[in-house]
């Protein structure tokens, strides 16, 4: 056997799958051995690799004994006379292993060679090369100084970043992600070492293998996608401390060849402790972000209201001392609004959400009215609280949409997982997979995609009659702008990962996320995410709008509402009734009843189904419900009330009578006030 690919898995089954397509799609299968390695999964990754590739070598482990120690039993069994470490998040493009092979059975000196790995929005990962973490390297590295002066030589030297990543290179280091080397090389630096549990194992390695008097080449000519640190998401320890153990790690180990260590051994350890701070600040960066701009809409709310009010009603100039004076109701409001928001989940999960944020608004005003109501403490003109209230309701929604809207016009580029956040979506290719993702994308209720159409690659599959075909990949730079594109989606079936990398490389200056498809399945596989877009089961799950507490809410919601909205529109419902324009309408109901609404007759949808908030008082219709049905079709069963608005109904076009039960288990499973709320303003501001 030619090659050996080792790969050591740990929970990435889709990335997994996805990986070995690639790899039986190499020019070098023919030689080609591969060998997996699991970590003790719990994604069934194993039963997935023995039940659909019978021709991979798979190990599994009882525990996960480490990255460097599940290479050294993958050694054990591989017979390659080449060996290539692949990480399973990764995808190599058809002639990667030819092309590497090639050049070290032409480079009798190269002990290794990597190639260059791109990230799934086709930039380069720094770690594609790398130099050996002297102390002088790391430390501008562990500070932060590689990122603002990437061209300088002394501060970017651990990633060479002031080197041109086209050409081929000797270096210190490549990346783990994808490493070549021949076998023989074990013969004289041994197998990897099994004290890095994880990181820095490979960086030993080829340490190891240039001090046997051999180059690490860097070959850009091949180039990989690799989606990076998947496996660690599920890791049950801290990989920020294991990535800084394993540093110090190889420091001590060859203290001995870098001479300033006994100088610079505390440094590092400071440089590792502001390293965690800030890693552990990055961790939290949206909720820290998402917190100072509410703060800050907070506190311009009640500046603007002190400014605004006590001119008005006291004809009194602000000045500093007043401002001071309202510290503390300042102080109680905004403590309240981070209790309330952490209850709400805001910055956990939720953080674009502008319904929750006005929910949030409102809440607040309550309990502050109610809390500074009871103490004299508070002596404050009641209107200051009022006005701040609204104003915060307004200043947090409105950044929030304009986050939102930045995104749809492609001017940011932001990783979200909400059911409410419109995401305008392209595939690539017009035959029936693709048509068949195209399905999915629309018909699911737990993604809202706007499905803008497809691209044409070949032009003798172009079907002309067909006005969603937006064109060819030729000109998918100027389709992305004009249709302000925020996701492309790539069936698998239909492309190699070289053209996938060529496409990808081709508007890698837009702000645009890809997604992948593998075959014939269902996932959406990106950068750090994985989305099933194939329903939602109804077994083993929970149903809280069956929830008395939530029942109650969403009457009382529906109560208040309508009442208000009744009164407000009093004029139209008098026009229409004493002019007689008026028709009903017999729709589905519960328990297979139906129920007879009134309409207005006019050509204004708005105002024609003004009537049904009637219904909403009187409790036949909800707010927001499963989709109208006619009585004259067939009995859809629905499962709650019908409503204006609700998860089906908020597609562009209409959802597929067989599909629209998944829409409302799923409403089902998810039900809250909150999200209630959500889909109204969803409904009205279409964002």
Not at 370 to 396: D, E, H, K, P
Request: with cysteine; proline share 3%; aromatic share 12%.
């Amino acid at each position: 056997m030619k090659i050996t690919v080792i790969i050591i898995s740990y929970n990435v089954r889709s990335y997994l799958r996805q990986c070995l397509n690639a790899l039986l799609q190499s020019e070098v299968t023919a030689e080609l051995e591969i060998i997996v390695v699991d970590n003790h999964s719990f994604d069934n990754s194993a039963e997935m690799v023995s039940g659909e590739y019978g021709q991979v070598k798979l190990i599994t482990n009882s525990h996960n004994i480490g990255f460097a120690a599940a290479v050294n039993a993958a050694l054990e069994v591989a017979t390659g006379d080449y060996l290539c470490l692949l990480n399973p998040d990764t995808m190599i493009k058809r002639d990667t292993l030819s092309i590497l092979l090639n050049y070290l059975e032409n480079n009798d000196n190269v002990g290794i060679v990597g190639c260059k790995v791109l990230d799934a929005d086709g930039k380069l990962q720094l770690a594609s090369r790398r130099s050996f973490p002297a102390p002088l390297v790391v430390l501008p590295k562990l500070l932060g100084l590689h990122r603002l002066f990437p061209g300088s030589k002394l501060f970017g030297q651990y990633n060479l970043t002031h080197l041109d990543p086209d050409k081929i290179q000797s270096v210190d280091a490549v990346s783990g992600a994808c490493m070549m080397f021949p076998q023989r090389m074990l013969e004289f630096v041994g197998n990897f070492d099994e004290r890095f549990f994880m990181y820095f194992e490979d960086t030993d390695f080829c340490y190891r293998v240039k001090k046997a008097g051999y180059k690490v080449v860097y070959n850009p000519g091949t180039q990989i996608i690799h989606y990076k640190g998947e496996s660690l998401k599920h890791a049950p320890f801290d990989t920020v401390k294991a990535f800084h153990d394993s540093l110090y790690k190889f420091f001590q180990k060859h203290s001995s060849e870098f001479k300033p260590w006994w100088l610079f051994g505390v440094l590092i350890r400071f440089a590792m402790l502001f390293t965690k701070i800030l890693a552990s600040l990055a961790q939290r960066r949206t909720a820290i972000v998402s917190g100072t701009l509410d703060l800050l809409s907070i506190l311009t709310a009640f500046s603007l209201s002190i400014l605004f009010w006590y001119p008005y009603h006291y004809q009194t100039t602000p000045d500093l001392a007043l401002y001071l004076h309202h510290w503390d109701l300042v102080a109680v409001y905004t403590g309240l609004w981070f209790i309330v928001a952490n209850g709400l989940t805001l910055y956990k999960k939720n953080h674009l959400s502008y319904g929750r944020a006005l929910v949030i608004a409102w809440l607040t005003f309550l309990l502050t009215s109610a809390l500074t109501y009871m103490s004299a403490v508070f002596a404050y003109s009641r209107a200051v609280l009022l006005f701040s209230s609204a104003i915060t309701g307004v200043l947090v929604a409105c950044w929030r949409i304009c986050v939102q809207l930045l995104y749809r016009y492609g001017v940011i580029n932001i990783k979200h997982k909400n059911s409410l956040f419109t995401r305008r979506a392209l595939i690539l290719g017009v035959d029936t997979e693709a048509r068949r993702i195209g399905e999915l994308l629309y018909q699911s209720p737990t993604y809202d995609f706007d499905l803008v159409g497809y691209i044409c690659d070949d032009p003798a599959q172009n079907d002309q009659e067909r006005p969603d075909v937006l064109g060819f990949t030729d000109n998918l730079s100027t389709i992305i702008r004009n249709n302000r594109i925020n996701e492309i989606i790539i069936p698998q079936r239909n492309y190699s990962v070289d053209r996938m990398v060529s496409i990808i490389q081709q508007v890698s200056r837009q702000t645009v996320a890809f997604k992948f498809v593998s075959d014939g399945e269902h996932n959406l596989i990106g950068k750090g995410i994985v989305e099933n877009l194939a329903g939602v089961p109804l077994l083993d799950i929970e149903f809280p709008l069956f929830d008395r507490l939530h029942l109650w809410s969403k009457r009382l919601f529906d109560i208040v509402l309508s009442a208000f909205l009744i009164i407000l529109t009093s004029p139209f419902h008098l026009y229409f009734l004493f002019s007689g324009k008026k028709e009903q309408r017999r729709i589905w109901q519960l328990n297979h009843k139906f129920i007879i609404v009134t309409e207005y007759i006019t050509s204004v949808q708005w105002l024609r189904e003004l009537p049904y908030l009637l219904a909403i008082f009187c409790g036949w219709m909800s707010f927001v419900g499963s989709e109208i049905v006619d009585y004259s079709e067939k009995d859809p069963n629905i499962l709650f009330k019908p409503g204006l608005t609700g998860l089906s109904q908020l597609k562009s076009m209409r959802v597929k009578k067989e599909l629209v039960r998944s829409f409302d288990q799923y409403y089902i499973q998810n039900h809250s006030l909150i999200f209630d709320l959500e889909i109204l303003l969803k409904t009205l501001l279409r964002i």
